[in-house]
């Protein structure tokens, strides 16, 4: 069963590294826990997944956008990237990027798609996190594994106050315009 509006978001823990404005493209620091009933507890977040990123050769590829899926980099993150001021001016404290990949990617994802401190960029690298969530797919005939679903949720001291999971390909429901229309 998926998560709805009125549910207490599950408990589980997230991989990301903080944000580092001196840290270079080609540092590769360990990822930290990231707990989500201890870091949103009080708080107002936003959690959204982007399913289907893609291992990467960044330093053959960076700058481009060749290794990642075009509604990922070109239209999901930067659309919270742009959106960040107005949503934290709505009260949301934090913006959390999902994927079913490890930290260490999430993390390089971040510095190419210029996140910063605006989104936090994490990996549910076993998709546990999203497994509780009943937001998974099955992608193993593509070659990418068990993924989650493209969705946004918004919380509310840990209570889901809007769930929009992506139905067919694209950012509609799950987008940050959609998200901020809700707050």
Same mark, same amino acid.
């Given at each position: 069963?998926?998560?709805? @509006?009125?549910?207490? *978001?599950?408990?589980?823990?997230? %991989? =990301?590294?903080?944000?580092?404005?001196?840290?270079?493209?080609?540092?590769?620091?360990?990822?930290?826990? =990231?707990?989500?009933?201890?870091?949103?507890?009080?708080?107002?977040?936003?959690?959204?997944?982007?399913?289907?990123?893609?291992? *990467?050769?960044?330093? &053959? &590829? =960076?700058?481009?956008?060749?290794?990642?899926?075009?509604?990922?980099?070109?239209?999901?993150?930067?659309?919270? *990237? %742009?959106?960040?001021?107005?949503?934290?001016?709505?009260?949301?404290?934090?913006?959390?990027?999902?994927?079913?990949?490890?930290?260490?990617?999430?993390?390089?994802?971040?510095?190419?798609?210029?996140?910063?401190?605006?989104? *936090?960029?994490?990996?549910?690298?076993?998709? #546990?996190?999203?497994? #509780?969530?009943?937001?998974? %797919?099955?992608?193993?005939?593509?070659?990418?594994?068990?993924?989650?679903?493209?969705?946004?949720?918004?919380?509310?001291?840990?209570?889901?106050? =809007?769930?929009?999971?992506?139905?067919?390909?694209?950012?509609?429901?799950?987008?940050?315009?959609? @998200?901020?229309?809700?707050?």
């Amino acid at each position: 069963m998926s998560i709805k @509006v009125g549910d207490t *978001i599950p408990d589980g823990t997230l %991989q =990301y590294v903080p944000y580092d404005p001196n840290e270079s493209l080609e540092a590769c620091p360990r990822p930290l826990p =990231y707990k989500i009933h201890e870091k949103l507890k009080g708080k107002k977040a936003i959690i959204f997944a982007i399913p289907e990123e893609k291992k *990467i050769k960044l330093m &053959q &590829q =960076y700058p481009k956008k060749g290794p990642f899926t075009p509604a990922c980099s070109e239209v999901h993150v930067p659309g919270y *990237i %742009q959106h960040a001021h107005s949503l934290h001016s709505k009260g949301v404290s934090e913006i959390i990027c999902l994927s079913v990949i490890d930290g260490f990617v999430m993390n390089a994802f971040g510095k190419v798609s210029g996140s910063k401190d605006k989104v *936090i960029m994490a990996g549910d690298g076993s998709a #546990a996190f999203s497994t #509780a969530l009943g937001l998974t %797919q099955d992608l193993t005939k593509g070659g990418m594994g068990i993924r989650s679903k493209r969705f946004a949720i918004l919380i509310d001291d840990l209570k889901v106050t =809007y769930v929009g999971v992506e139905e067919a390909r694209g950012v509609t429901v799950s987008g940050a315009e959609a @998200v901020l229309a809700k707050l």
